[in-house]
């Protein structure tokens, strides 16, 4: 069927040539729709729970994406409580709140926050903290003094030596960071101070990562082009020939985005991979089938004939190959993580387009060239292996690699298991972890500002504790039914409030949760009853007073034992130095109420009753941002939550939280009723990352069962099936076993790579073991002769295309961000330890029992 297909396509080039135009064209012209998303947030599907209780979290308490700017002075006597520094606080607190796409009422600095200090017995002063630049230092230790006072601007928005201070940037949405960044980066430019100032924040990471990533993928795929070019233009000495497979992977690289975006798929970092992936990939094959032509044709010969050949010869194998790299992208598919079930799916796309384009356009293109142009290439080549068997009178280093495990397997499988049992340690040791701003290398400003602000602060990672007062709809439901009760005992007596009541209740569903209900319908039951007869309005404060007395068992979270609570959970928390600090609205209570009672120390507690609770919280409506308070408790009181700020955004890290929250749990339950959910950026990282290692193992273990059923069918021997995995066996082995001992996280990138070695590494098992068969054949059974015979031209091609793909992936190791870096250096060793497995214990395992894994072919 290959050699049908070659010459039905060498016979009309003209045809094929449209043909692969009018596709890269036609989806080329979707590129210029690219729209980049950074978010780790989009590695779970919309559905996902865990993602649903963090977006509800946000929206339940007005939750915003927040930058951190950093302002560090380590000159000054006094830190950044000098007038200078505190002036450009100032500005910059200022202009920063009128950039668009700011929630300039969230902002958190020292200028936008307020004072609480005592202005008398049970009253409180609520004052900006810096009403306006400070002049003098006097004025400037005042504020430190204040700020000393207040516990919850403590390691949050001046660091405990006073060397540093922080804003926090509330965004609208997390994909302007990088934009507002810059516009922050311009200020500080134009301040005029000597401190340092620092910009960094799990947002600005991400989003500055999507700009750099775009840049990235412009630079890295053109340049592994570049490298590839040069590679194949040394091996093959024609540069019209070397043009065949460049722009067979320019059309699939195209090709593949161009349908990507046209499907209005967004570009994630995963998919962002694929041009650098896809680029070596797609000349896999053509290499295979260009190396076999240079090596057969010889002046004179007729390139169709030459060409008709080789397509016979190889056709099953590159089919073959082709098919087992789609299957273990494909199996991406079954990962629960969207971007990489993207990414996995058009590269299976790009695959089978580089396929059908090296099964028809290689053949039509290599004999469209001119006689004279194939004959100079073919005496080139002649030249070139004349200098090889000079310099290689022993048969060079190919043969003696063929000859040596076939000579000594036993030395060669026990190697194998050595390796093999170190990789096991290795691969024990291996550690599941990501973090977005370790994306960029250590020297990279976000990196740096990263460094600094987490080591003056309490931690720029953001996660959330839920508390929830479970039951409540139970509540509401028995108050409903004994207010039915009440109605009815009114209907018997003449009056009918029936339909009002169910009007009002019905008016009141609207409410977000219960609490909210029957505060709503507290305030039309007021409405009614200034309409209602004097009978009437008996029964409806009858009823509103079940209604209140209802209305407040809902708030939970004015209850002194369960603020007295989460603050437990809290001080446990910062015990454990897992986390820098937690705020919640316990921390709130205490400092309003030190201020009500006497403003000393002593009385930084919690009230012992509810109502002292409400009076704190009555007070704090009269202060400059109310709305803080619904940042940690709902309106209804029902829920609240709790800020955690982490100094590290390692998936680890969150991992050990949550685990320190569960057992504080279990030896210390919270008060009836109460649940917890989790939110905040830095848990949803870990969610899919777990996620993403589950569903990469099921995926990489449901794909290897597929390629050894596969290479079963295509050797039609399960001996042969088993031994063609072994290179790809060996090759995951070793590489993650070294990831393991170096110290290498478990990261997504890293994840991804396992399944392209398992398409990949299995590429050169199957050329070797069926051109090893057809030498068999060519030889008249005699396995040690056949092998002599693949250690020529095959092996030669098998080199050709470990070293032309691993090149072409070393330019990533230039890259500004890791997981180019990653992807690079990764790739380029999978390819270099499959081709030298394969060379190299195939040969090995064949030389101990060459007559059971080879068949009857073999002589006896």
Known sequence: ????????????????????????????????????????????????????????????????????????????????????????????????????????????????????????????????????????????DRIRMAVERLPMYQGTLVSEDGQAAALFVPLESKDISHRISMEIQAVVEGLGVADEFHITGQPVAQDTFGVEMFQQMAISAPLAGLVIFLAMLYFFRSLPLVVAPMLLAMATVISTMGLLIGMGYTVHIMSSMIPIFLMPIAVVASVHVLSNFADRYRPGDDPKEVMGDVMDKLFKPVLFTALTSAVGFLSLLTTPIPPVQVFGGFISFGVVIALLLTLGFIPAYTVSLKRETLDKMAEKSRQKDLADQQANKDGGLLGKMGLFPTRKPGVVIALVVAVLAVSVYGIRQIQINDNPT?????????????????????????????????????????????????????????????????????????AASPGDRLETLAMLIDDEMFTASFDEQTVWEEILEQVEAGRTATRAFQNPSHLAWMDELK????????????????????????????????????????????????????????????????????????????????????????????RFVVSNPPPEGVELDWGGGTYINLVWQDEMVEGMLWALGSAFIVVLIMMVALFRSVLLGVLAMLPLTITIAAIYGVMGLVGKDYDMPVAVLSSLSLGLSVDFAIHFIQRLRMALDDVGGDWKAAMDQVFDEPARAIVRNAVVIAVGFLPLLAAPLVPYITVGFFLASIMATSALVSLFVLPAFIALAPRAVLGKAVKS
């Not at 205490?590 to 409400?614: C, Q």
């Not at 704190?616 to 619904?630: A, N």
Request: hydrophobic share 40%; aromatic share 6%.
């Open 1 to 140: 069927m290959g050699k049908q297909l070659a010459f039905w396509c060498m016979n009309h080039t003209r045809t094929v040539f449209i043909a692969v135009l009018v596709m890269t064209i036609a989806l080329g012209l979707m590129i210029p729709k690219i729209i980049i998303d950074t978010d780790p947030e989009n590695m779970l599907s919309a559905e996902q729970p865990d993602r649903i209780k963090h977006n509800e979290i946000r929206d339940r308490f007005g939750l915003h994406d927040m930058i951190v700017v950093g302002q560090v002075n380590t000159q000054h006597e006094h830190g950044v409580f000098n007038p200078e520094s505190l002036a450009a606080h100032y500005v910059l607190t200022r202009a920063i709140e009128q950039m668009e796409g700011v929630i300039a009422r969230d902002l958190m600095s020292m200028a936008a926050v307020d004072n609480v200090e005592q202005a008398g017995v049970g009253t409180i002063a609520y004052d900006w903290l810096i009403p306006a630049p400070p002049q003098t230092q006097q004025e400037a």
């Open 438 to 510: 370790l994306w960029f290398k250590e020297d990279h400003r976000i990196r740096i500002a990263d460094k600094v602000l987490n080591e003056r602060f309490s931690g720029t990672y953001e996660a959330y504790i839920n508390l929830r007062q479970t039951g409540i709809d139970r509540q509401v439901d028995e108050l409903r039914r004994n207010i039915q009760l009440k109605l009815g005992e009114a209907e018997s007596e003449g009056l009918d409030l029936r339909s009002t009541w169910n009007n009002l209740w019905n008016e009141s569903a609207g």
């Open 571 to 662: 001080e446990h928390l910062e015990s454990t130095g897992m986390i820098g600090k937690a705020n919640s609205l316990a921390d709130l209570v205490k400092t309003i109420n030190r201020e009500l009672v006497s403003g000393e120390m002593d009385d930084y507690r919690l009230p012992e009753r509810a109502n002292g609770v409400a009076q704190t919280i009555l007070s704090f409506q009269s202060s400059q941002r109310p709305d803080d308070l619904w940042s940690f408790v709902t309106r209804d009181f029902t829920q609240a939550s709790i800020w955690l700020q982490l100094p590290s955004g390692d998936n680890q890290v969150m991992s050990q939280v949550v685990d320190a929250v569960d």
